[in-house]
Nanobody, 117 residues
Framework: QVQLVESGGGLVQAGGSLRLSCAAS????????LGWFRQAPGKEREFVAT????????YYADSVKGRFTISRDNAKNTVYLQMNSLKPEDTAVYYC??????????WGQGTQVTVSS
């Protein structure tokens, strides 16, 4: 069992930055790949970024490539999402997920990110 708790969301102006954190609890948290997803009002949840168990492999959605950076600190069981050059279309609830294979097994409750124009 893995519990995920996101934090760091808030209101920011377009062009600004935020850093999201997701703390994972459980003895085997470091054995999971972690990812960030987001869901805007009236839209389906969409993939943002993922990072491998070791942190050596990352993959991004085209919409955030070059602006967002995912990283993890396994000593702290935490994954981060550094978001720069934010746009109003980045407004969404951001969720952290954990997976051992292709399918995500665990999800956090989400943190709201609002980007004003």
């Amino acid at each position: 069992q893995v519990q995920l708790v996101e934090s760091g969301g808030g209101l920011v102006q377009a062009g600004g930055s935020l850093r999201l954190s997701c703390a994972a609890s459980g003895r085997t948290a470091s054995s999971y790949a972690l990812g960030w997803f987001r869901q805007a009002p009236g839209k389906e949840r969409e993939f943002v970024a993922t990072i491998s168990r070791s942190g050596g492999g990352t993959y991004y959605a085209d919409s955030v490539k070059g602006r967002f950076t995912i990283s993890r600190d396994n000593a702290k069981n935490t994954v981060y999402l550094q978001m720069n050059s934010l746009k109003p279309e980045d407004t969404a609830v951001y969720y952290c997920g954990a997976r051992r294979s292709v399918t995500y097994d665990y999800w956090g409750q989400g943190t709201q990110v609002t980007v004003s124009s």
